[in-house]
């Protein structure tokens, strides 16, 4: 896929940099050429020096074919404008970095199908680790709607043992919820268990929730027998 950058800072080159080793074919626009020039010679990307907002330096950067255009420049307005110019060359799938809250529904309008906060996806992540130190890693989808969390089944808890389908059919396990994951053993590949997968003691699990519902997921994932 044609992927089109608006950025070269931290997160501009980083999502290049992934992008590229993806296999995908990146292009990324910014008034820096230093910025650009990394991003020629250090990431493998295509680098095209001037205003990502400007019409001229888009159609140079090939704006009309490029399947997905991510905005990460300095501010929401910019952005902002960078997402109006996508929706109207025709780009389909449109991310857009958002810092403050306001320009939430501005970029929906746009035309974003993706906004990402920054600062709230990072606040979210320290709240989370400190409250549930336990849990590996969250991530959260549909504007926070869902959570999807991996935990180790300790040894001696309640679910050690048990099926998939036993823990599902529990009245204490939280409506809602459901093991999505399951990895025996961290040095074996995640798998998507069935009902009679058994859970065993030190193993990892991915279980979708609703926010409401962590706390309630935890205490029933590491209760004790």
């Known amino acids: 896929m044609y992927v089109l950058i608006g950025g070269a800072g931290l997160v501009g080159l980083s999502l290049a940099q992934k992008l590229v080793e993806l296999g995908h074919t990146v292009a990324v626009i910014d008034i820096d050429p230093i910025a650009c020039r990394y991003a020629r010679e250090q990431v493998g990307a295509m680098a095209f020096e001037g205003s ?8 140079e950067a090939g704006i009309r074919k490029a399947g997905s255009l991510a905005a990460v420049l300095r501010s929401d307005a910019l952005n902002l404008a960078m997402v109006t110019l996508a929706k109207h060359y ?13 320009f939430a529904e501005p970029l929906r309008i746009a035309g974003a199908n ?3 906060s920054t600062v709230e996806l990072s606040v979210s992540t320290m709240v989370n680790a400190i409250e549930y130190p336990q849990v590996e890693s969250m991530m959260h989808f549909e504007q926070g709607q869902i959570e999807v969390l991996k935990l180790s089944i300790p040894n001696n808890c309640y679910v050690a043992g048990r099926s998939v389908a036993e823990i599902a059919q529990d009245s204490q396990f939280p409506s809602g919820s459901l093991i999505i994951g ?26 979708v929730t609703k926010p409401g519902s962590l706390h309630q997921v935890i205490d029933f994932i590491e209760q004790k027998c």
């Open 114 to 116: 993706h906004i990402i």
């Open 90 to 102: 025709g780009v389909t799938h449109i991310l857009s970095r958002m810092r403050h809250p306001d």
């Open 52 to 59: 990502a907002v400007s019409t001229e330096v888009l159609l």
């Open 182 to 207: 399951y990895q025996p053993h961290p040095h074996e590949d995640l798998m998507i268990p069935n009902g009679s997968t058994i859970l065993e003691p030190h193993s990892t699990v991915l279980i």
